[in-house]
């Protein structure tokens, strides 16, 4: 048995976090159609794992180890889809020097994943529901029906039945392929998920570096945040996290500046801090004072001690209890050279904090 360490992400199995009520629902769906090739087509907006699921979908099911292709429907110019769906023979068309095949036949005995269904142009729509009633397609400039054997999953993030009654997409089309129907909710309604995706993506980012570890009150502040862009915008928090503060735990007011904090003040914050912290007990060269200067000790000492401070809230986004400790004070006694050595906090925008 590999040990689950040792086996690259991209190799393993789709993992499907969250004990929501809709993500049990979710799993318990994949592995009921594991051995079937019902056509299946999953919603959700942007983020929420429509692809983690077409992908399991795949994974587990009997056509796991033939081809798993992707196509996004929006990204492909309207001249260009039925060659990319269909394939060509050479000669063609112009510029079609060989023959090339489809993405319903690369996808033979797999799955093929249309992504971003919903964009599919109209006129298409009908192309495409005869390839699924045929389950045969015929590439542009061929003669011959090649029979395929493919099993189809569709996402989108629109909503198709609004979509239906505007004509926008054929209702033919939509019971052929939704025969089941997956429903991945924003993560705002499924708040349950945060925490075990908070692991999981820390466990991730630990396979290149130190592990993001976050405070139980920081978790309690994440789990409150309405996360528009959904497990996307999770997952990039924590490589965040991870890139910005390696090795430093993360509590809630970290979060919330990695999250809201106004992003070029973060980011002057970072840039501007000054030298390396010192190693411990390395020493500046000793100053020295001309038999004709005056020196103004207390100017210099806050000069300094600005320095530092500054430097050291820099390297944890503004974590004044980590730089504390970076800098061998209480944090009292921190917070309030901070007051008198006028260090304010970048600003964060106040109606993004938490309700
Ligand atoms: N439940 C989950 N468990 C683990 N990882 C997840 C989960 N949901 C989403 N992810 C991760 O979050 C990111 C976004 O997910 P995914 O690409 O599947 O979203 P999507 O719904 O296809 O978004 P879009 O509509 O923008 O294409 C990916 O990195 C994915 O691995
Ligand atoms: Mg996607």
């Given amino acids: ?17 969250g004990s929501s009520a809709a993500i049990v629902a979710a799993r318990d769906m994949i592995d009921r159609l594991a051995d079937s090739d019902a056509s299946v087509l999953i919603t959700g907006p942007s983020g929420s794992g429509k692809e983690v699921v077409a992908q399991r979908l795949h994974q587990r099911g009997g056509r796991a180890a033939r081809p798993f292709v992707a196509m996004n429907c929006a990204a492909v110019p309207r001249d260009l889809l039925e060659s990319e769906i269909f394939g060509h023979e050479a000669g063609a068309f112009t510029g079609a020097s060989h023959t090339r095949r489809g993405r319903f036949e690369l996808a033979d005995g797999g799955t093929l994943f249309l992504d971003e269904l919903g964009d599919m142009p109209a006129d298409f729509q009908v192309k495409l529901l005869r390839i699924l009633e045929t389950r045969s397609v015929e590439r542009v400039g061929g003669a011959t029906p090649l029979p395929v054997d493919v099993r189809v999953v569709a996402a989108t993030n629109l909503d198709l039945d609004a979509a ?19 429903d991945l909710p924003p993560l705002a309604d499924r708040r349950d998920d945060i925490p075990a995706l908070l692991d999981h993506f820390a466990d991730l980012e630990a396979e290149r570096g130190p592990r993001p570890v976050y405070t139980a009150d920081a978790v ?18 924590v490589a965040r996290c991870a890139a910005v503060l390696p090795g430093i735990e993360i509590d809630d007011a970290r979060s919330a500046l990695l999250l809201h904090g106004e992003r070029r003040g973060v980011d002057r914050w970072l840039a501007s801090s000054p030298a390396p912290l010192p190693m411990p007990n390395r020493r500046r060269p000793p100053p020295f004072v001309a038999a004709d200067e005056v020196v103004d000790l207390k100017a210099l000492l806050s000069d300094f001690e600005k320095e530092y401070i500054r430097d050291a809230l820099g390297k944890t986004a503004f974590g004044v ?23 304010a906090r970048p600003t964060i925008d106040p109606t993004m904090m938490p309700r």
């Avoid at 048995?1 to 190799?11: D, R």
């Avoid at 502040?221 to 997952?235: A, K, S």
């Fill in 1 to 17: 048995m590999p040990i689950v360490g040792s086996v690259p992400a991209s190799q393993r199995p789709a993992a499907l976090i």
């Fill in 164 to 182: 239906i009654g505007t004509g926008r997409f054929r209702a033919d089309l939509f019971y052929r392929l939704a025969v089941v129907e997956i």
């Fill in 321 to 343: 209890a980590e730089s504390a400790r970076l800098l061998g004070l209480r944090r009292t006694t921190l917070v309030e050279k901070m007051r008198r050595l006028n260090i």
């Fill in 220 to 237: 309690t502040y994440l789990v409150r945040q309405p996360w528009h862009g959904n497990v996307r915008e999770l997952r990039n928090f």
